[in-house]
T-cell receptor, first 118, second 111 residues
Framework: GAVVSQHPSRVICKSGTSVKIECRSLDFQATTMFWYRQFPKQSLMLMATSNEGSKATYEQGVEKDKFLINHASLTLSTLTVTSAHPEDSSFYIC??????????????FGPGTRLLVL | GEDVEQSLFLSVREGDSSVINCTYT??????LYWYKQEPGAGLQLLTY?????DMKQDQRLTVLLNKKDKHLSLRIADTQTGDSAIYFCAEGQTGYSTLTFGKGTMLLVSP
């Protein structure tokens, strides 16, 4: 149980285009989803926290207009990287925390999406 | 602010025990987690411990918590080559708060 998927797993795009990454909780309802960015050989950097049906809370230094987050249902959150540039190339990981007992107290992570902007 | 520190690298031989250490600064940390990340993959929750516990054991994994020293360790018994990965320590003030992660410890298990 408590499986989180991400799609796509890898994406290559041209500079200036937008890319959407989906995060789904497959077997539980997620009230809260988190988006992280991970640089090579480094820890995870929390970008934003999103609660279903409300606006995301962004961490300091993360541009809201560049990284658009939508959490429209209890099983789906999306991260859209708008007007992507090579410096946005990274590994993006989402996590989800659930409603039900057993899924409330931990974050369950997706497999990550590798974004390469040329 | 909160800070979580881990050693960056650990190398062991197959069959030995591995001990990965973590220290944290936030005395109000209530939940302490260990995650495993294999190359190119997301994070897999291994185990977590509440701050009112000293030890938690789950098969080959043993977590020890010294709350006074704010020190957490993960022991892996009979380490296998499949255990080679990066192990992240993380803390949260509550089960509902955001997590603060350490930089991760790369565990390399040689045959």
């Amino acid at each position: 149980g408590a499986v989180v998927s991400q799609h796509p797993s890898r994406v290559i795009c041209k500079s200036g285009t937008s890319v959407k990454i989906e995060c789904r909780s497959l077997d539980f309802q997620a009230t809260t989803m988190f988006w992280y960015r991970q640089f090579p050989k480094q820890s995870l950097m929390l970008m934003a926290t999103s609660n279903e049906g409300s606006k995301a809370t962004y961490e300091q230094g993360v541009e809201k207009d560049k990284f658009l987050i939508n959490h429209a249902s209890l099983t789906l959150s999306t991260l859209t990287v708008t007007s992507a540039h090579p410096e946005d190339s990274s590994f993006y990981i989402c996590s989800a925390r659930g409603l039900a007992a057993g899924t409330q107290e931990t974050q369950y992570f997706g497999p990550g999406t590798r974004l390469l902007v040329l | 602010g909160e800070d979580v520190e881990q050693s960056l690298f650990l190398s062991v031989r197959e069959g030995d025990s591995s001990v990965i250490n973590c220290t944290y600064t936030d005395s109000s940390s209530t939940y302490l987690y260990w995650y495993k990340q294999e190359p190119g993959a997301g994070l897999q929750l291994l185990t977590y411990i509440f701050s009112n516990m000293d030890m938690k054991q789950d098969q080959r994994l043993t977590v020890l918590l010294n709350k006074k020293d704010k020190h957490l360790s993960l022991r892996i018994a009979d380490t296998q080559t499949g255990d080679s990965a990066i192990y992240f320590c993380a803390e949260g003030q509550t089960g509902y708060s955001t997590l603060t992660f350490g930089k991760g410890t790369m565990l390399l298990v040689s045959p």
